[in-house]
């Protein structure tokens, strides 16, 4: 299957550019110049991935991202930013991004980026191997087919919020630091911080929490980390 990316940017030579290298990868692209364009074609069309400009006339980068996102529209983003700032940086993050760029970069940077992305969101063709759908509690997490549930009803999640909770899941009633949530999900050369972490685990409490100021679930055990664990009452029952 042909993977369709959309190109959301103001301005005309870097739209060009990245669709030029994007075709010549094989990736089919569409291109859009502002927020609102950008809405309508991701909501009209199933795209495989979206970049994402910041900075962008009238709804910007970061409104267009909340939008999606609170319409549980799951659709990776990368989001593309002028700013070296890690304010802006971690906001987009928070809202709901997947990665992030810095212009300028390289074409050679930007395709690793977007291929790392791609491949966390591949289902095998093949069935699960043994084992690797694991089940904690009312949590129900298909490793291998990027697949979770709560109680039986499938939850809507990004490719980090999901790669975060299948690292947990794995490890279960551990108390893991962030430095090691971050070096396994993100990689030991990604260049962020363990504040990214927290606004993954805020926004999976958000999907699994029946009150995600009170969390039963992901706990967190202060100057230490977070752990996952089963409510007493449901590990009775």
């Known amino acids: 299957m042909t993977t369709r990316i959309l190109v959301v940017d103001d301005e005309s030579t870097i739209r060009t550019l990245i669709e030029y290298n994007l075709s010549q990868e094989g990736f089919i692209v569409d291109t859009a110049e502002d927020g609102d364009e950008a809405l309508q074609k991701a909501e009209g069309q199933d795209y495989d991935l979206i970049l994402l400009d910041l900075m962008l006339p009238g709804r910007d980068g970061l409104a267009v991202t909340k939008t999606l996102r609170q319409e549980k529209n799951a659709t990776p983003i990368i989001m593309l930013t002028a700013k070296d700032s890690e304010t802006d940086k971690i906001v987009g993050l928070e809202l709901g991004a997947d990665d992030y760029v810095t212009k300028p970069f390289s074409v050679k940077e930007l395709l690793a980026r977007i291929h790392a992305v791609l491949r966390r969101m591949e289902v095998p063709t093949e069935a699960p191997a043994a084992g690797r759908v694991v089940t904690f509690g009312p949590l129900t997490v298909d490793i291998d087919g990027l697949q979770a549930s709560l109680r039986g009803v499938p939850l809507t999640l990004t490719p980090k919020e999901f790669d975060v909770l299948a690292?947990?899941?794995?490890?279960?009633?551990?108390?893991?630091?962030?430095?090691?949530?971050?070096?396994?999900?993100?990689?030991?050369?990604?260049?962020?911080?363990?504040?990214?972490?927290?606004?993954?685990?805020?926004?999976?409490?958000?999907?699994?929490?029946?009150?995600?100021?009170?969390?039963?679930?992901?706990?967190?055990?202060?100057?230490?980390?977070?752990?996952?664990?089963?409510?007493?009452?449901?590990?009775s029952e």
Not at 178 to 185: G, K, N, S, Y
């Open 167 to 235: 690292y947990l899941v794995q490890r279960p009633n551990r108390v893991i630091s962030r430095e090691h949530i971050l070096d396994a999900v993100w990689g030991v050369d990604y260049p962020t911080e363990t504040r990214t972490v927290d606004m993954q685990i805020s926004h999976l409490r958000e999907k699994i929490e029946a009150n995600p100021k009170e969390p039963q679930y992901l706990q967190t055990i202060r100057g230490f980390g977070y752990k996952l664990t089963q409510p007493t009452s449901e590990v």
